[in-house]
């Protein structure tokens, strides 16, 4: 009788939907001898390595040291999934700046495991508020050509600051 690892979730060839692309993190998080080797910490800026890229994909994997985080973005028109491997990350969610609102920003609180997914017209911000570095993958699709940074107005709406290409 031989025992053999389980067969490890293969992602979907060209994820599109935001269900697809966690399912897509799902698969890349589950091939840690793909990814741990190449983690790395970096100051003052957290680091970011591109795993995967297909037609209308890619992936991505970040680390986050304590404090370190991102500006308030969108992704371009792209949908995406991102999901914790290592730590804890906090995510603020915004209403895009076309939409007339009176909430603030959503807090989400995800640790080692947690996944999030959104769509196209996601606006958000992520921080490694914790005490230990953490690790996370992303999917995106299309790929991501562009982000737009914004600045939250004491209403809680939100100020664009600029669009910057995305660097490959």
């Not at 609102?101 to 995800?110: F, M, S, W």
Request: proline share 10%; hydrophobic share 35%.
């Amino acid at each position: 009788m031989s025992t053999s690892a389980p067969a490890l979730p293969a992602p979907p060839q060209d994820p599109r939907t935001p269900q697809e692309l966690a399912a897509t993190v799902r698969a890349f998080a589950a091939r840690r001898a793909l990814w741990e080797p190449l983690v790395r910490f970096t100051t003052p800026d957290r680091w970011y390595h591109r795993l995967d890229a297909g037609a209308e994909h890619e992936v991505w994997l970040l680390t986050w040291l304590p404090g370190q985080g991102t500006e308030i973005h969108d992704h371009g028109g792209a949908s995406g999934a991102f999901g914790v491997v290592r730590g804890t990350l906090t995510e603020r969610s915004f209403a895009p700046p076309e939409v007339e609102t009176t909430r603030g920003p959503g807090v989400r609180t995800l640790t080692t495991d947690g996944l999030r997914s959104f769509g196209p017209r996601h606006v958000h911000e992520v921080t490694n508020r914790g005490d230990e570095p953490a690790v996370s993958i992303h999917a995106y699709a299309p790929a991501l050509t562009t982000m737009s940074y914004y600045t939250e107005i004491a209403d809680g709406r939100l100020r664009l600051e600029r669009t910057d290409p995305v660097e490959k």
